[in-house]
T-cell receptor, first 114, second 111 residues
Framework: DAGVIQSPRHEVTEMGQEVTLRCKPI?????LFWYRQTMMRGLELLIY????????DSGMPEDRFSAKMPNASFSTLKIQPSEPRDSAVYFC????????????FGSGTRLTVV | GNSVTQMEGPVTLSEEAFLTINCTYT??????LFWYVQYPGEGLQLLLK?????DKGSNKGFEATYRKETTSFHLEKGSVQVSDSAVYFC??????????FGTGTRLQVFP
């Protein structure tokens, strides 16, 4: 298995632009999580899906952030418009009951908003 | 609610020293407990886990024992290497699929 695949690995964009981050979870995993990591705030859960349905989006910072999971093999996290304070590493992770809730993380997308 | 508390870092050790990173938790029910490791520039990787009281998780020379009486899951390694330098996260899961992570402890090992 190729693991959780995220794209792009790095993204540099100008303030005000739309940014879309992508994630392909491990096949057969039924839960997907989006995290944001910064030095100041550490690791923050933004949203998670179970069987493609958003379960908890209380961590989404504001309306500029949105996430979708149209099918079991793909999810997106969109920021529109982007701001410099959104600069962070964004991780996607997936899990299934068979892993007893252990997560597999992707390599992350490093977002820089200038 | 459920929570995880880790010792503050950074932890600085010389190669071959003994490592302990403390982790305590607060949870209702019977959570599973995990240690994750994050190497520079990478995502978190599952290092070990324990699913019930008195279980010992182990991997790559690291160990942690699920202690229900002290609500702890301390990470230990008998002889650290420079390559162990990373950030270590303790985490727990309850009845949902959502993991609760600690704030992470940075380990720096010098030759």
């Amino acid at each position: 298995d190729a693991g959780v695949i995220q794209s792009p690995r790095h993204e540099v964009t100008e303030m005000g632009q739309e940014v879309t981050l992508r994630c392909k979870p491990i096949s057969g995993h039924n839960s997907l999580f989006w995290y944001r990591q910064t030095m100041m705030r550490g690791l923050e859960l933004l949203i998670y899906f179970n069987n493609n349905v958003p379960i908890d989006d209380s961590g989404m910072p504001e309306d500029r952030f949105s996430a979708k999971m149209p099918n079991a093999s793909f999810s997106t996290l969109k920021i529109q418009p982007s701001e410099p304070r959104d600069s962070a590493v964004y991780f996607c992770a997936s899990s299934s009951f068979r892993t007893n809730y252990g997560y597999t993380f992707g390599s992350g997308t490093r977002l820089t908003v200038v | 609610g459920n929570s995880v508390t880790q010792m503050e870092g950074p932890v600085t050790l010389s190669e071959e020293a003994f490592l302990t990173i403390n982790c305590t938790y607060t949870a209702t029910g019977y959570p599973s407990l995990f240690w994750y490791v994050q190497y520079p520039g990478e995502g978190l990787q599952l290092l070990l886990k324990a699913t019930k009281a008195d279980d010992k998780g182990s991997n790559k020379g690291f160990e942690a024992t699920y202690r229900k009486e002290t609500t702890s899951f301390h990470l230990e390694k008998g002889s650290v290497q420079v390559s162990d330098s990373a950030v270590y996260f303790c985490a727990l899961s309850g009845i949902t699929d959502k993991l609760i992570f600690g704030t992470g402890t940075r380990l720096q090992v010098f030759p």
